[in-house]
C-alpha cells in the first residue's frame, strides 16, 4: 500500500527544504492575496501543490515545482517591474528556491526515484 505523505524524510535535503519553501510561498500567497485575486490562488494552490507531488515523488510535482518556482521571474519580465520591487528578501527566497530544485543532487534524485 502506498503512503501518501508531505514531507519525505527519505529525499535529499535540497528537495525536502524545496518541498517546505514551496508549501511556505504556497500559504503566503494564499494568505496575503489569494482568498481575493483568482491569480494569486492559482499561484497558491500551484505551489501546494507541487509541493505535495514532490513530497510524494511525482515527476509532475517536479515539473509544476519547477515552473511555480520560475513564474516570479517570468512576471517581473513580462510585467517589465524591477525585480527588487516584491524585496530584497523576497528575490533570495525565490532564487533559493530555483537553485534547490535545479540542483544536481535533486535532478538526478527526481530523475532516478521519481515516477
Known sequence: MEQRRWVNQTQ?????????????NGAITLLFGGLFVPLFALIAIGSIAAGYGIANERKWGYILGVAMALLPFALVILTRSSPLSGGLLN????VALVALLLHPQSRDYQRIWFK
Open 91 to 94: 528575490l533570495l527566497f525565490e
Open 12 to 24: 535529499p535535503q535540497t528537495l525536502q527544504i524545496a518541498v517546505f519553501l514551496l508549501y511556505i
